[in-house]
């Protein structure tokens, strides 16, 4: 029997955000598996609704790129 290995849909690679001159996510690169449920979990202020942001494509990073379905 084989096992299907999680596809990830949703794609980050080494991105870099900022508002002015502040680096808020710095070469951050993530996979997120289809199918499964992810949390993103830090304190305030740690860059978690700006990630968000990012990658619902509200936000375009400074440098690296966000892929959905590749």
Same mark, same amino acid.
């Given at each position: 029997m084989t096992t299907a290995t999680p596809v990830s849909r949703l794609q980050a690679e080494k991105i870099e955000l900022r508002y002015a001159d502040r680096t808020i996510v710095d070469e951050l690169s993530l996979e997120i598996p289809d199918g499964g449920f992810t949390v993103v979990v *830090?304190?305030? *202020?740690?860059?978690?609704?700006?990630?968000?942001? %990012?990658?619902?494509?509200?936000? %375009?990073?400074?440098?690296?790129?966000?892929?959905?379905? *590749?």
């Open positions: *830090g304190p305030n *202020g740690c860059g978690k609704s700006t990630l968000l942001r %990012a990658l619902g494509r509200m936000l %375009a990073p400074r440098s690296g790129r966000v892929l959905l379905d *590749g």
